[in-house]
């Protein structure tokens, strides 16, 4: 794919702090620093500044990464007259923040630490003086009400005529005359400034993907990771046990599966249908714990004699990941879905083979997403929700052996119980992949399927925080 293609997948408007923060992660991961990332966005602002020729500059950080945009700023702006910079002392900073303000005790600009309303009140003659002020203090990883120091700061900056430009986000309650936002705009009306970012860390998915799986309260009780039911089995046995391993390895509390096949596997729960394929028969039973599950996985070792108990399946589930024999006409649809076919399965839905050339299959993708999100599997993971399209390349081809697509679905299920579909299918799919090549890495292409979801946790839940 060249640049110019990837560039049609590029996202437009106004990007959510999750988002970008996924994105930002990914970028590290190509390689691109967040020091460096946070060299380009404050100097962007600088130069933004310098076009109002002040000599007067009073720069109002936080203990984040908004805070080290900001004394970037004011590195930058050091040869003019007087440059003020005023930070909390104290809670915790990020590492860059901290790097950052090391940095500034080495160059030309005042330091001014405060606590509460009475220090920043003390500085009012800073206020008062200002040509330009910068508001750097909380940007788009605050949370919660504003409170001191940054209340009253906030409050003399709006008392003080001078202008006011705020980094990336403008702090909350504050009035700001310019916004200057990177990458894309975090409000409307914000001018952007490219800081570098690589297009591949937007169009792609990464391990700041990662960073969207909400984390688990202190006080959770069982079930709070959801609840899986997986609906397969008869001809194939294996398939469904695959996909319930795969969902409660992602983080689901409870997972049943509802079968005629039963494997004995203690972790699960066995919703036992008698006979040797599912049928009309069993769907009082498969309704009702449709209504208690939050999302339904369903295909995987059905065979082809099933469809009707798939419609009423989806009909009746509010969320369902639809995978193997259930990826067939007439296509079902819950109220929110996603489909995990592979290229025949694709070429069964739709009438059409994908195509090879990557550009080609996320059009083909996009254009076929009409009743939900569809993850197209192969050597490249295609996914869209028929608006946005997201390419995955984690895999490796010993995952050709059987049950890796099981695995998958079962994955999705789980993320999709407090994810989005677009969002759950595009880190079911790297997570996936991931697991697959660390299991690669120890058996090669003698991998099984069931060798990759011990894998899964260390990918999903045991990466360290963001900066």
Known sequence: MTTEDMREFLETGVIDAGRMRAIEGNAVALGYPSLLMMESAGRAVADTVLARGPSRVLVLCGRGNNGGDGMVVARYLQHLDAVDVVYPDCGTTTPSAAAQLALLRHCSVALHP??????????????????????????????????????????RANASGAPVVA???????????????????????????????????????????????PSRAEGAHKGAGGEVLVVGGGPYQGAPYIAAMGALRAGADIVRVASPAYIPMPDLIYERLEGKAITVDHLE????????????????????????????????????????????????????????PHAGEFARMTGAEPPVDLTLRGRSVKAAATTGTILLKGPVDVVSDGSRVRFNRTGTPAMTVGGTGDLLAGIAGALFCHLPAFEAASLAAYVSGRAGMLAAEERGNGMLATDMPERIPEILFCHPAPD
């Open 114 to 155: 405060v606590r509460c309303a009475a220090d920043v009140e003390a500085l009012s003659r800073l206020f008062e003086e200002a040509d330009v002020i910068i508001d750097a203090m909380l940007g788009t990883g605050a949370a919660g009400a504003v409170r001191e120091p940054f209340v009253t700061l906030v409050a």
């Open 167 to 213: 980094v990336d986000i403008p702090t909350p309650g504050i009035r700001a005359s310019r916004i200057v936002s990177f990458h894309r705009p975090k409000v409307e009306g914000a001018a952007v400034a490219d800081i570098g970012i690589p297009l591949e860390a937007e169009i792609f998915t990464g391990p700041g993907d990662l960073t969207l799986i």
């Open 285 to 340: 039973t498969i309704l009702r714990l449709v209504d208690r599950a939050d999302t339904v996985v369903c295909g995987m070792g059905l065979g082809k004699e099933s469809h009707d108990v798939v419609l009423a399946v989806a009909e009746a589930a509010q969320k369902a990941v639809f995978d193997a024999d259930a990826l067939a006409l007439p296509l079902p649809a819950a109220k929110e879905t996603i489909y995990t």
